[in-house]
């Protein structure tokens, strides 16, 4: 039973990472009018490593930038969130780019999608072979 817990583990780790990425994609979308905003994100890659391997805190540190900021642990997971790489910036340095942020939420929902039916899949073989088993 240990195994099953493994393999859906690395599914469950996957999921909540994908939901944090989106979490934070939606956030660069709803700051694309704020000035000076700049936008985040995070490598899914290495935080599925740092997940998987147990490294981290367990979560994304929040940005302080006053001594008045409240510290926090922002979101669970194994992600390290960084600035974006700037492709080009406005007149209020704002570097959000939509085409990238929609271009990237669709990805990031569709890896999503992908997880979950492998979820599902791995659910009906489990159910399948529990079936055959039981006749």
Do not use: W
Request: without cysteine; neutral net charge; glycine residues 8%.
């Amino acid at each position: 039973m240990s195994s099953l817990e493994q393999h859906l583990s690395v599914y469950s780790q996957a999921m909540n990472l994908r939901t944090q990425r989106h979490q934070v994609l939606a956030s660069n979308i709803a700051n694309a009018d704020t000035p000076n905003y700049k936008a985040r994100d995070f490598s899914f890659d290495k935080a599925m490593q740092n997940a998987m391997a147990g490294r981290g805190n367990g979560s994304i540190a929040l940005a302080t930038t006053a001594s008045g900021h409240q510290r926090g642990s922002g979101m669970a997971g194994g992600a390290t969130l960084q600035f974006r790489t700037e492709t080009q910036s406005a007149a209020d340095g704002n570097t959000v780019d939509m085409d990238v942020e929609r271009s990237q939420i669709a990805e990031n929902a569709l890896q999503y999608q992908i997880v979950s039916q492998f979820i599902s899949d791995k659910l009906k073989g489990i159910r399948s072979a529990l079936a055959n088993t039981s006749s």
